[in-house]
């Protein structure tokens, strides 16, 4: 079971398996949204002579299981910009690990080179999900250069644009969220137009700058002695800080929360201000108000 985009390396990559290893290969293109014309793709793999190809549209699962909870958790990688084509990778390597119990396949490839972190998101996602199954890797153990594999691609038949055409790496595309045009096609080697085009074709804006994280402040030891002391809401207003993060240092040492403890003076604002209004003004939870309120039997204000 092969991961499959189209281009050079993973077309010379059937070849490659079917002759080293006398394989089979079966090949699968997630459609994630990336823009390639999948229907190429697959006719290309089925004139390499592959037992069988699959498409697989995941761009709904992709944006609903990946993308939106990658936004919510403010997912950035090493803390700078936000974490954009390697969020693909571990869906990816799921949908082969689907294909490939459904097929019988034995070994599970991708074309990753030894130079990136994708090899690791590949190899943990489909050591975890097939334990059983062989990874092959082979793009970073053959050593191959890129004129090398376009020699390679011609004596085979494989179908190639020629040394010019840069062949984008996964690598290639994570610069297009960091850094302007000017500077990636000075690293790359081409031209401005050609990295405005695989831009476009990506849909991937302009940065417009980095990105950056404040790191959250430290607890000092008088602060965390407060925890249960006081409600979160309480204690978030007095230390300056939000009630989630109040909650969750409270929750990690293992401290219960506090119940708010209720006067005959805070008793008598229940039949003048909304549970809202009073949630806010005595630092507890609305839910906390209605209990109170309907413990003692107050009804809620009519509003004027």
């Not at 910009?81 to 571990?90: A, M, N």
């Not at 489909?126 to 153990?141: N, Y």
């Not at 990690?252 to 005959?264: E, K, Q, V």
Request: charged share 30%.
């Amino acid at each position: 079971m092969l991961a499959y985009s189209g281009g050079l390396d993973t077309s010379v990559l059937i070849k490659y398996l079917q002759e080293k290893y006398n394989a089979q290969v079966i090949t699968v293109t997630v459609d994630v949204g990336q823009g390639e014309d999948l229907k190429a793709a697959e006719e290309k793999a089925k004139k390499l002579g592959v037992l069988k190809h699959f498409s697989i549209d995941a761009k709904d699962e992709f944006a609903k299981d990946y993308i939106f909870p990658a936004i919510k958790a403010n997912a950035l990688y090493e803390g700078k910009y936000p974490i954009s084509t390697s969020l693909s990778r571990p869906l990816i390597a799921a949908k082969m690990v689907e294909i490939a119990e459904k097929e019988g396949a034995t070994a599970l490839a991708h074309g990753c080179t030894g130079r990136g972190n994708d090899q690791v998101r590949f190899d943990i996602t489909l050591g975890s999900l097939a334990p059983d199954r062989k990874i092959i890797a082979p793009v970073r153990e053959w050593g191959m250069t890129r004129e090398e594999e376009i020699a390679y691609a011609k004596t085979k038949g494989i179908p190639v644009f020629g040394p010019k055409k840069h062949w984008w790496k996964a690598e290639d595309d994570k610069l297009l969220g960091l850094r302007p045009d000017a500077q990636v096609a000075m690293l790359l080697g081409v031209s401005e137009g050609t990295v405005r085009h695989r831009r476009n074709q990506l849909r991937i804006s302009l940065p417009a700058r980095l990105w950056k994280v404040t790191p959250p402040k430290p607890w000092p030891a008088e602060e965390i002695a407060m925890l249960g002391k006081a409600t979160d809401a309480q204690l978030a207003r007095r230390l300056g800080r939000s009630v989630t993060s109040v909650k969750t240092r409270r929750l990690r040492l293992g401290i219960a929360s506090s119940r708010h403890r209720w006067t005959p003076e805070q008793d008598a604002l229940l039949a003048k201000f909304p549970d809202q209004t009073l949630a806010r003004r005595l630092g507890c939870s609305v839910k906390a108000i209605q209990a109170r309120r309907e413990g003692l039997g107050i009804p809620a204000p009519t509003p004027e």
